[in-house]
C-alpha cells in the first residue's frame, strides 16, 4: 500500500501564489505517475497536473498551465504543486494521487493511491 499525504492548503487572495506538497510512503514511486486533482463539491474531480517518476515529464490541463509548476524532490520523495497566479475558479480540495496509467495522465481512473486532499479557497 502507498500513503499520500497533502499539505500546504489555505486561504490566499486572487493572484497570490501557494505550494501544495505531497509526501508518499509505503511503496516506491519510481515506475508512478504522481498527479494532482482537485474537486470542489458537486463536480466532477478535475485533472490539474502530473508528473512522472520515469522521466519527470510533466503535463498540465490548460486552465493552470502556465500558472501552476509541478515538481518532484526525489530523496525527500515528494511532489510539490507551486500554484501562481490563483484566481477564485482554482477554490477546490485538491487531492494527490498515484498510478500507473496506461492512457492519459488526465484520467483518475489510472490512479490506484489518493490523499485525503487539502482545501485551497481563493478570495476574489
Known amino acids: 500500500q502507498m500513503q499520500l499525504v497533502e499539505t500546504g492548503g489555505g486561504l490566499v487572495q486572487a493572484g497570490g501564489s501557494l505550494r501544495l506538497s505531497c509526501a508518499a510512503s509505503?511503496?516506491?514511486?519510481?515506475?508512478?505517475?504522481v498527479g494532482w486533482f482537485r474537486q470542489v463539491s458537486g463536480k466532477e474531480r478535475e485533472f490539474v497536473a502530473a508528473?512522472?517518476?520515469?522521466?519527470?515529464?510533466?503535463f498540465y490541463a490548460n486552465s493552470v498551465e502556465s500558472r501552476f509548476t509541478i515538481s518532484r524532490d526525489n530523496a525527500k520523495i515528494m511532489v510539490y504543486l507551486q500554484m501562481n497566479s490563483v484566481k477564485p475558479e482554482d477554490t477546490a480540495v485538491y487531492y494527490c494521487?498515484?498510478?500507473?496509467?496506461?492512457?492519459?495522465?488526465?484520467?483518475?481512473?489510472?490512479?490506484?493511491?489518493w490523499g485525503q486532499g487539502t482545501q485551497v479557497t481563493v478570495s476574489a
Open positions: 509505503g511503496r516506491p514511486l519510481r515506475t508512478y505517475v
Open positions: 494521487a498515484a498510478g500507473r496509467p496506461v492512457g492519459p495522465y488526465s484520467d483518475s481512473g489510472y490512479y490506484d493511491y
Open positions: 508528473i512522472s517518476w520515469i522521466d519527470s515529464s510533466t
